[in-house]
């Protein structure tokens, strides 16, 4: 669909409204979604080389928060017209009407800049233009040209969620190394095996609202393909923090086996045909991801705050 059709059918389709309560504009910063970059980003601050202050780390860690929550409020101004037509999103606060495109822009840009200027003049620069970079690629890149344009936009737009602790780890060194671009690998191919699980079981919502997920475009069979592939070349990504020498053998070892169950769970999808067996898998192995990403930085973190990183992943080889 053409996006003046798109921009014009927006228009039409959404309520009048506005001025909603507190709780409206809370909802716009999509918390669930923030709540992953906050603790991702905080694990990059706190595996990062050297030391911040507990102030300056705390700043650092809000303005990420609010970035976050600043791209989550001009992704659902500008797709307003698609949350509208999914059941999963049409109780968002623009398409139910409790608040406007107009307000929830204006609360995105303001956010956006508050939080890009606040971590460049109280933490550095760096910091600051990997955040502003981070909005940009999920507002303008993700949101606004790949999501109804290519069955691929997660793959590439997974990037924007991937960044949240190369920024942490930025905000402790000043710069950006390849340690920090491991963590970002490993979200960056968390994210199609998990989203395409639940695109699985929502690709009627996609198909009607007009975008090119790939259940959608590809099919059932080819996404479960692809969730496989990706689970493969996830597995051995996690890995990198202990070949690289910043994690240790308690990481190797329990993201080793948490891998196996992800694999595990992927090989059982793909093994799936279409219908209620396939929407069983597909959200078992999607519930099973946010707990997986979720204990893979808790271990790193676990590790720095205790010194069991200090135990080198060689560990847990066999003495020759």
Request: aromatic residues 10%; glycine residues 10%; hydrophobic residues 55%.
């Amino acid at each position: 669909m053409p996006d003046t059709a798109i921009s014009s059918e927006r228009a039409r389709a959404l309520p009048d409204g506005g001025m909603g309560t507190a709780r409206d504009f809370f909802e716009l910063l999509k918390p669930r979604v923030m709540s992953l970059v906050i603790f991702t980003a905080l694990v990059g601050i706190a595996v990062a080389p050297g030391g911040i202050h507990p102030v300056i780390g705390f700043t650092a860690l809000l303005c990420i928060a609010v970035g976050a929550g600043a791209s989550g409020a001009l992704n659902m101004w500008y797709d307003a017209d698609i949350d509208a037509r999914m059941a999963r999103t049409e109780n968002r606060p623009i398409p139910s009407g409790r608040v406007t495109p107009g307000e929830a822009a204006g609360f995105g840009a303001i956010l956006s800049v508050f939080s890009v200027m606040t971590m460049g003049v109280l933490v550095n620069w760096v910091a600051a233009a990997l955040l502003a970079f981070t909005i940009f690629f999920y507002v303008a890149i993700y949101t606004m040209w790949l999501k109804r344009r290519t069955p691929q936009n997660i793959v590439i737009g997974g990037a924007a969620g991937a960044f949240p602790p190369m920024i942490g780890w930025a905000a402790v060194t000043g710069s950006v190394s390849l340690e920090s671009a491991a963590l970002f690998l490993i979200i960056f191919m968390w994210t199609p095996p998990h989203f395409w699980a639940l695109a699985l079981c929502r690709s009627g919502d996609y198909e009607k609202a007009g975008v090119p997920m790939l259940p959608v475009v590809a099919g059932e069979k080819k996404t479960r393909g692809q969730i496989m592939l990706y689970s493969l070349a996830l597995v051995p990504v996690t890995l990198l923090p202990g070949l690289m020498g910043f994690a240790g053998a308690l990481y190797m070892g329990a993201t080793a086996a948490l891998g196996l169950g992800f694999l595990w769970l992927a090989f059982g999808l793909w093994r799936t045909r279409a219908g209620a067996a396939q929407e069983k898998a597909a959200m078992r192995l999607f519930g099973y991801s946010i707990v997986y990403l979720f204990l893979i930085f808790s271990l790193l973190l676990i590790e720095k705050m205790t010194g069991l990183g200090a135990l080198p992943a060689s560990a847990l080889l066999p003495a020759m």
